[in-house]
């Protein structure tokens, strides 16, 4: 259950970096992304509000359009993460919460008009002995390393702006300044409210901190802060290395008609970077590192397919949008392996392609390979576990 009494029972919206970006850009985006599902946004708005201490925007829709239940609006049109991910420079969280009667939590990660990852969670999906920190949005913001009445709040006390759906109109960087918390000074911004063509939009924000700042000490700062996120940068390349050389030491697999499936240990579905190397549709060379390279004859003009447990159903896609337990309940078929009941449905990994769900209680398990081909029935049970 959500036991923070302090959190609204229903919000939703956009978090993502506080980078160089055109608000009017975004709101243009999201404007068009409702029209074109015949929203009426004539009193809509988006409004943008940074966190008071920490470099990160939330970004909410208000006016008619979103109804009498926030979470619900932003759970059916995740589809406004993508779009808003097209704009930013950053990857970008859409996030829905929603309390009592009917609790429900998730987001979906996107990058560059692509989604990274998603999550979605109602009471039944989450273990008995689960407490609010194990919700997904939840644990979401633990990476963010915000609090979750600080998001509930809007970032109450953080510098906001707002701007108009139907007309987004303003001046981009004035708007970036007064989020940083620095109202540009007279004639600070571009005559035509443009950020200029020498603004790097991957560029950080300025700082934060009130009062003007020397250039030289700005100029430091940039660079001190392009330092330390080539060191971040660095750090996540090397712990990457780190987990494929792990999965790569000891891979399970299974042979059959069609080639090979591993099982790699430790492996999740985000993990798309690890998870691309197992999955080809015809063998011609070389085999993915960590598989038995006297394997290399056999498999010549085979399939190389993975298998991977799956936590949240709305890691996957289904036609509508992220995988529902209703939708999977209603599509999915019932088939026997290994002599056991399971249900299996046809879904899309985000970034991986089409493959099978194959779930058994609780516990579900992804195969990059459809449900009309063969499945690695003992792979796929092994997987499950004891649910």
């Known amino acids: 259950m959500l036991d923070d009494t302090r959190m609204p029972n229903s919000h939703g919206g956009l978090v993502f970096p506080l980078d160089m970006f055109r608000p009017t850009m975004l709101a243009a985006a999201l404007a068009e992304g409702l029209i074109a599902h015949a929203r009426n946004i004539l009193d809509a708005k988006l409004e943008l509000v940074r966190h008071p201490e920490v470099q990160l925007v939330l970004a909410r829709i208000t006016g008619s359009v979103i109804g009498d239940d926030p979470a619900a609006f932003w759970r059916e049109n995740v589809e406004l993460g993508v779009i808003a991910s097209q704009v930013l420079p950053r990857q970008a969280f859409l996030y829905w919460v929603a309390g009592e009667p009917n609790p429900r939590q998730g987001f979906v990660v996107t990058q560059r008009g692509q989604v990274l990852g998603a999550q979605d969670a109602t009471p039944d999906q989450l273990p008995p002995e689960a407490t609010a920190a194990d919700w997904p949005v939840a644990q979401l913001l633990k990476q963010l390393q915000i609090e979750p009445d600080e ?34 000074e007279d004639g600070e911004a571009g005559d035509d409210g443009e950020l200029g063509d020498d603004a790097d939009p991957g560029a950080p ?147 991986l392609g089409r493959g099978s769900f194959v779930r058994r209680g609780a516990a579900g398990v992804f195969v990059s390979r459809s449900p009309e081909l063969a499945l690695p029935d003992a792979l796929i049970l092994e997987l499950l576990g004891d649910a």
Do not use: C, N
């Not at 020397?214 to 990457?240: F, G, I, M, N």
């Not at 498999?299 to 447990?309: E, I, N, P, S, Y």
């Open 151 to 184: 998001l509930a709040s809007g970032f109450a006390g953080g510098p906001r702006v707002e701007l108009s759906l139907i007309e987004p109109e303003g001046d981009d960087r004035a708007l970036l300044m007064t989020l940083v918390g620095q109202p540009p």
């Open 205 to 351: 924000a300025p700082s934060a901190q009130p009062g003007a700042t020397p250039p030289a000490a700005k100029r430091v700062s940039v660079e001190d802060d392009k330092k330390r996120r080539a060191a971040e940068h660095q750090a996540e390349l090397d712990a990457r290395q780190a987990k494929a050389d792990s999965i790569r030491a000891d891979l399970p697999y299974v042979i059959d008609e069609l080639g090979i499936v591993v099982a790699p240990k430790g492996a999740e579905l985000a993990d798309t970077d690890i998870l691309r190397a197992y999955l080809i549709p015809s063998v011609e060379g070389e085999l993915p590192a960590g598989i038995d390279r006297e394997l290399r004859p056999q498999l010549q003009g085979k399939r190389v397919d993975f298998a991977v447990g799956v936590e949240f159903l709305s890691e996957m896609f289904a036609i509508d949008g992220p995988l529902t337990k209703a939708v999977f309940e209603q599509q999915s078929q019932p088939r026997t392996i290994g002599g056991a009941e399971v249900r299996v449905l046809e879904v899309l990994g985000p970034r």
